[in-house]
């Protein structure tokens, strides 16, 4: 199956700075990522939509100057949390569709872990 | 967006069979079934995928009936390490692409 990869796995950082974590597709091209978040013993939850050479969308809710979304190639998408704060602390996963045999799926990147101190 | 409803839980036994029923009763026409698997602290793996009838891979089964509104991931023998959360998704893909939305996933736990 495709392979999603995300870096870095883990994320420490002091309130007020920004982090930014990459999602690459690493055998496939990806028009579109997705971007999840997730807290502990809860569903993931769509945060936005990622576009390649667009604009993202992002889900009711997420504030879009908060969470910045840059889909710069086919095969890499950038989720920066910007002067993030404790309560941005979750578990970061994106997805990108590609190939499982002739069938388009979604796959999904191994996630990062985000504490914000 | 096609809704689905899972059993949050569910308890089995080392070499039984599993069987997880996922109701989506808005599935749309061109949407696909999908089943994910998560262990803690990694993202979600992708099992299998059907859109009718049955299908089968080298790890479980899908069962889909005709009316498809509903579908059942089979695991057969399960072993301790199947124990995760299992999530059944419905969506489309392609050009027409819909948005994923994750139900609240089935908390499987396998016993020695």
């Known amino acids: 199956g495709a392979v999603v990869s995300q870096h870095p796995s883990r994320v420490i950082c002091k309130s007020g700075t920004s982090v930014k974590i990459e999602c690459r597709s690493l055998?496939?091209?990806?028009?579109?990522m997705f971007w999840y978040r997730q807290f502990p013993k809860k569903s993931l939850m769509l945060m936005a939509t990622?576009?390649?050479?667009?604009?993202?969308?992002?889900e009711q809710g997420v504030e879009k100057d908060k969470f910045l979304i840059n889909h710069a190639s086919l095969t890499l998408s950038t989720l920066t949390v910007t002067s993030a704060h404790p309560e941005d602390s979750s578990f970061y996963i994106c997805?990108?569709?590609?190939?499982?045999?002739?069938?388009?799926?979604?796959?999904f990147g191994p996630g990062t872990r985000l504490l914000v101190l | 967006l096609a809704k689905t409803t899972q059993p949050i839980s569910m308890d089995s036994y080392e070499g039984q069979e599993v069987n997880i029923t996922c109701s989506h009763n808005?599935?749309?026409?061109?949407?696909?079934i999908t089943w994910y698997q998560q262990f803690p602290s990694q993202g979600p793996r992708f099992i299998i995928q059907?859109?009718?009838t049955k299908v089968t891979n080298e790890v479980a089964s899908l069962f889909i009936p005709a009316d498809r509104k509903s579908s059942t991931l089979s695991l057969p023998r399960v072993s301790l390490s199947d124990t995760a959360v299992y999530y059944c998704?419905?969506?489309?893909?392609?050009?027409?692409?819909?948005?994923?939305?994750f139900g609240s996933g089935t908390r499987l736990s396998i016993r020695p």
């Open positions: 997805s990108a569709r590609g190939l499982q045999g002739r069938q388009e799926t979604q796959y």
């Open positions: 055998d496939f091209q990806a028009t579109t």
């Open positions: 990622s576009n390649e050479g667009s604009k993202a969308t992002y």
């Open positions: 808005n599935i749309a026409t061109n949407d696909y």
């Open positions: 059907g859109y009718k």
């Open positions: 998704l419905v969506g489309t893909w392609g050009s027409s692409a819909s948005k994923i939305i």
